[in-house]
């Protein structure tokens, strides 16, 4: 029971084998036991989790069955959920209990979804390994001596644990995919607009997205139909085309005519020799179902880091100049002046990491430097775009491994901010596109998972859960579960 | 590539202790050392993206959709008096 | 060599509207403190701005009334700063790409003769909200009813070359958002607020180097800030000195202004384009419709009071001060349409000048246009005099009371039946056979003493033209 899938789930309520409460009950029953080892719950309300899964029995009985009836689904803690603690695992926000639920929660408890408490995240989404957490870091239930991977580790961690069937993740370099890959999970990262962002606690604007984290691809797809739609509170929130197809796609076994793109910058020097086998194997496999392998170029990618680094950090930057200590969220004990409330408060509130970030972005804006970093990197952001769209002209997807390497040791990368920036060179480009990605798992590399990651063009999600399906369909590897000690 | 971490760090209120100014300071040239490379790329005649999609904002009419909710919404202040934020004394 | 000053400004004017700029707050002004405020508004984590559609609309529609160039495109930026009453440290304004750019606003100068200041762009901005460091020893309390609310901010070229002319653009200015109905405009509540660029050159020299002077909040206190600081920068020059660009507070109590450096860390806002927002576009048929929706301008209505009223410009000039009082007047002369001289006689003349005693405007004039047509209408219907209306309209005033019932209860009825005015001068005569005798002899100047023996015994209430003409038919015997 705890590895089954939202599907499995869905039918045991069906059939009366089972409610929500129960199931609720099962769930948090692992997490007291066994969350100690993995840190991936940071705020769990049980008397709230009970009464959701009451009411949503109660709903069944009276009305019957909403798309996620009764189904526990982990939520990171950068989503608003009204009157619950939401931190951002950041000091500066401990004790934040917003008045508001960010407009995808309000969604998921429309559709009867049970939220199963926040999960541990990089301070505000800022990391790859889940090490920067004012909370501690996450371990991956593969191996506890190991990061999760980030920002999204605790909602990975969760369900690959077994604490959960599902969770909510966000994306904005590679959050969702890259922890996915890491924990062995499938995690889509959608277009640019798909899902709102309003109630999201925002770290780079124009890079954010929200995305579901499942065990399956089918899963997948149920609970982005819920999620995806143009929010009027969210002005860069656009209609979601095809997204009554999605379930459909996600029936298809094969690839017959699929043209897959294969970019040779992806496959580079550095790249762990394992994971690139399992991925090559992958393709292979996508040849066996009957699909056309295309070598490619995305001439571009190399420089996606930098540009990254420079327009998130600057985004990063603005977005958390509200956390001020004046109006909610941390404030220094007695401040002498103004000047100490600002400084001394964020100094306090703040992670090294968030600092770093807020530091990069405030000199990358300053006077005499904006031409040469913002404007210059915005403008390689559009050579980025270029490349996606002339290759798409090619192929209708696009296959990459979803990181270079497996899951690493904790303390490993904490002193190089550098080098761990640069565990999402195969995940950032798609961020500055506004394409959709998506990590699935497609087999082990020393005993750790490694995850395929799928690119398509704008709105085709759909082209992507037809992908994955069919693959999931003639492989087993989503089916592996870690042996999580308590 | 030279940056006073001390200005930008007071630009983004944030205080840095020497130790800190110390650490930091290497890492952010480091950071904008690597991101320098950018540099390299020819951007002639290249347009800039701030948004991923080349949409326009939508507009809202302009109806009162919000009551009084001050107390809810200042439920989390550090500080307030009579319903009033309150800060350490500005000097003008 | 002679001294001239060199004078630009930045006018923040509050865009009417119902709601605040990028959320569903109230714009009511005078509500209780944080009440109209919201989590946007009060940068709440991951709070989203959506543009008021009014917004846009009315501040194309300025763009328009000036003749300046509208971008159907543009886009806004964050202004990155830290003060407690800016929520989310960043205020969201168009530095790159504003909604409007170039245009005129039309003024006098000191001669009287018409000139054009240029305006360099008219942007949209959320203002911030308010701060107050005097309740308090030790703090500094916040209201954050005004974060958000939306204003456009009007940037005109260095164009004025005196105080006076700085003060004329202003009202005008001020004239014209009011009249567009874009903006209340209203300066006590902050709804129009000025900061003036000054340069000091000796004339023909290049441009000097300017100060800013912030927190000039009415028509007077421009005039006084920009004289002070055209003799502050010449004295400093004069004495070998040097101007320094700085930001200097007008304070209009000491009537000084003092230098903000030192408190302003070297300014550096690291714009850059707001992410939450993309492109404002207005189409071609919105920006049809806002024209279509462009009132008559106060000098197209200046023109047409002239043409079709026969006003005298000076009289058409104060009658199209305001759209308030060019309506009333319209409304007068729609319902007396006899004479529309008289009209605008009486409104400029007597109903303002009573209504100004009162401190009062005329939106909100007790006496209203049809009130003061049916007393035009008792003028001319020979009821009462124009002197005895005088009285009626104080009374009016006072009472409320209907014309009618004024003349009624106070007996004003002007006396035109010709045989009691006849047995009243008949009295008169008898009364004072001397001076009789002395006009009969042909001293014509006692004509008036038995006009005003007359009007004396009628308290007034004779008809004046029929006393004269009866007068001097009965005084040649």
């Known amino acids: ?55 949503s029995d109660e709903h069944r009985k009276q009305h019957g069955a909403r798309l996620l009836e009764g189904l526990p689904i982990a939520i990171k803690d950068i989503f608003c959920t009204r009157g619950e603690n939401t931190t951002c695992c950041s000091n500066i926000l401990k004790g934040f209990v917003p008045a508001y639920d960010a407009e995808v929660i309000r969604r998921l408890r429309e559709a009867g979804a049970v939220l199963l408490g926040k999960t541990n995240m990089d301070e505000f989404a800022m990391g790859s390994s889940n090490e920067t957490s004012a909370f501690g870091p996450v371990k991956n239930p593969w191996d506890t001596d190991r990061i ?61 997205q929200a995305g579901p984290m499942t065990r399956t691809v089918t899963d997948n797809a149920r609970l982005m139909s819920v999620m995806a739609g ?116 964020r100094d306090e509130g703040f992670g090294e990491e968030v600092k770093r970030r807020i530091l990069t972005g405030a000199f990358a804006l300053s006077s005499g430097y904006y031409e040469a970093y913002y404007t210059k990197a915005q403008k390689v952001r559009t050579l980025i775009r270029q490349d996606f ?31 761990m920036y640069l565990a999402d060179i195969f995940t950032i480009a798609l961020n500055l596109a506004g394409l959709p990605g998506m990590s699935q798992p497609c087999g082990l590399a020393n005993g750790l998972p490694v995850g395929l990651q799928w690119i398509a063009p704008a709105w085709q999600e759909g082209t992507i859960y037809n992908a994955a399906s069919a693959y999931e369909s003639a492989t087993t590897w989503h089916t592996q579960t870690p042996e999580v000690k308590s | 590539m030279d940056i006073d971490v001390h200005k930008i760090a007071r630009l983004a209120r944030i205080r840095l202790t020497d130790d800190e100014a110390t650490t930091l300071g290497p890492q952010l040239v480091s950071i904008i050392g690597y991101v320098e490379s950018l540099q390299a790329v020819d951007t002639e005649n290249v347009p800039t993206t701030a948004h991923p999609h080349d949409i326009f904002m939508p507009l809202r009419d302009d109806t009162v959709t919000n009551s009084d909710n001050r107390e809810a919404l200042q439920a989390s202040a550090p500080a307030l008096d009579s319903g009033l934020y309150t800060v350490p004394k500005v000097i003008e | 060599m002679s001294w001239e000053v060199v004078i630009g400004l930045e006018v923040h004017a509050q865009v009417n509207t119902n709601t605040k700029a990028f959320c569903g707050c109230s714009t009511t002004f005078g509500a209780t403190p944080n009440t109209q405020t919201c989590p946007v508004c009060l940068g709440m984590p991951g709070q989203l701005p959506v543009l008021n559609r009014e917004v846009a609309r009315k501040v194309a529609l300025t763009g328009m009334a000036i003749e300046g160039n509208i971008n159907a495109l543009s886009k806004f ?83 004025m070359y005196s105080a006076d002319e700085a003060v004329a653009y202003l009202k005008s200015l001020h004239q014209l958002l009011k009249f567009l109905n874009t903006s209340n405009a209203d300066m006590e509540k902050g709804q129009f607020r000025c900061d003036a ?11 000097g180097t300017r100060a800013e002077i912030k927190n000039i909040n009415s028509f007077r206190f421009v005039k006084q800030a920009i004289e002070y600081e055209t003799q502050r920068q010449i004295e400093l020059i004069e004495d070998g000195g040097t101007v320094v660009q700085e930001t200097r507070l007008w ?164 006396i035109t039946d010709s045989s009691a005015i006849d047995d009243m001068i008949q009295g008169v005569m008898d009364a004072n056979p001397a001076q009789l005798e002395q006009y009969r002899g042909g001293k014509d100047r006692l004509f008036g003493f038995f006009v005003g023996q007359v009007m004396k015994v009628t308290k007034g209430k004779a008809n004046p033209k029929m006393v004269n003409q009866r007068l001097k038919e009965m005084l040649k015997g």
């Open chain 3, 251 to 414: 304070d209009s109590v000491k009537n000084e202004s003092r230098s903000m450096r030192g408190k302003e860390e070297a300014h550096d806002y690291r714009y850059f384009p707001e992410p939450d927002l993309p492109p404002l576009k207005l189409s071609d048929e919105e920006l049809a419709e806002i024209r279509a929706s462009m009132p008559e301008l106060p000098h197209q209505m200046h023109t047409r009071f002239v043409s079709d009223y026969g006003l005298s410009h000076y009289d058409a000039e104060v009658l199209s001060t305001s759209r308030d009082l060019a309506a009333y007047y319209e409304a007068l002369v729609q319902a007396h349409p006899k004479d529309p001289k008289q009209a605008a006689n009486w409104l400029a003349n007597e109903l303002l000048a009573r209504l100004k005693e009162i401190n009062t405007e005329i939106a909100d004039s007790p006496v209203s246009a049809s009130d003061l047509a049916s007393l035009l209408a008792r003028i001319s219907d020979n009821t009462i005099s124009g002197k005895i209306a005088k009285d009626v309209l104080d009374d009016m005033l006072k009472s409320g009371d209907a014309v009618d019932a004024i003349i009624e209860r106070k007996g004003l009825k002007q």
């Open chain 3, 77 to 159: 930026d964050r202004k990155n700063y830290f003060y407690p009453d800016l929520p989310k440290g960043y205020q969201i304004t168009q530095l790159f790409l504003p909604i409007v750019q170039k245009g005129l606003v039309h003024i006098q100068d000191k001669h009287g003769n018409e000139k054009s200041v240029r305006i360099h762009q008219i942007h949209i901005e959320e203002d911030a909200g308010k701060s107050m460091h005097e309740n308090s020893e030790f703090v500094s309390h916040i209201d954050l009813n005004r974060s958000g609310i939306p204003l456009m901010e009007i940037v005109s070229e260095p164009d």
């Open chain 1, 148 to 208: 999760p991977g980030g920002s999204s580790g605790g909602s990975a961690a969760a369900v690959a644990a077994g604490f959960a069937p599902a969770a909510l993740g966000t994306d904005t370099g590679g959050s969702i995919r890259q922890p996915a890959s890491l924990c062995g999970l499938v995690g889509l990262k959608p277009t640019y607009g798909s899902i709102s962002r309003r109630g999201i606690i925002a770290f780079a604007s124009s890079l954010d």
């Open chain 1, 1 to 55: 029971m705890p590895f089954s899938n939202l599907e499995e789930l869905q039918q045991r309520m069906q059939s009366g084998e089972s409610n929500a409460v129960a199931i609720a009950r099962s769930y948090m029953m692992r997490i007291q036991e066994q969350n100690a080892n993995i840190n991936a719950f940071v705020h769990l309300d049980q008397d709230s989790v009970i009464a959701q899964a009451q009411a």
């Open chain 3, 197 to 207: 660029n000054v340069s000091v050159r000796r004339k023909g020299e290049p441009l």
């Open chain 1, 230 to 345: 143009q929010d009027a509170g969210d002005s860069t929130s656009m209609p979601v085309p095809h997204a009554n197809t999605w379930l459909d796609a996600c029936g298809k076994t094969d690839m017959k005519g699929l043209k897959i793109g294969r970019p040779k910058e992806y496959f580079i020097e550095g790249i762990d020799p394992e994971v690139r086998q399992r991925i090559e194997d992958a393709l292979a496999q996508c040849e066996a179902l009957g699909a056309e392998i295309v070598d490619i170029s995305l001439p571009h990618t190399k420089h996606a880091t930098a540009a990254y680094y420079v327009i998130a950090p600057s985004e990063a930057s603005a977005n958390l100049s509200r956390y001020d200590g004046v109006r909610y969220g941390h404030r220094t004990e007695d401040p002498a002046n103004l000047d100490d409330l600002y400084s001394i408060s």
């Open chain 1, 389 to 419: 769209e002339k290759a798409f002209e090619q192929v209708d997807i696009i296959a990459t491994p979803a990181s270079p390497i497996t899951a690493f040791k904790i303390g490993e990368k904490t002193n190089d901010p550098l080098t």
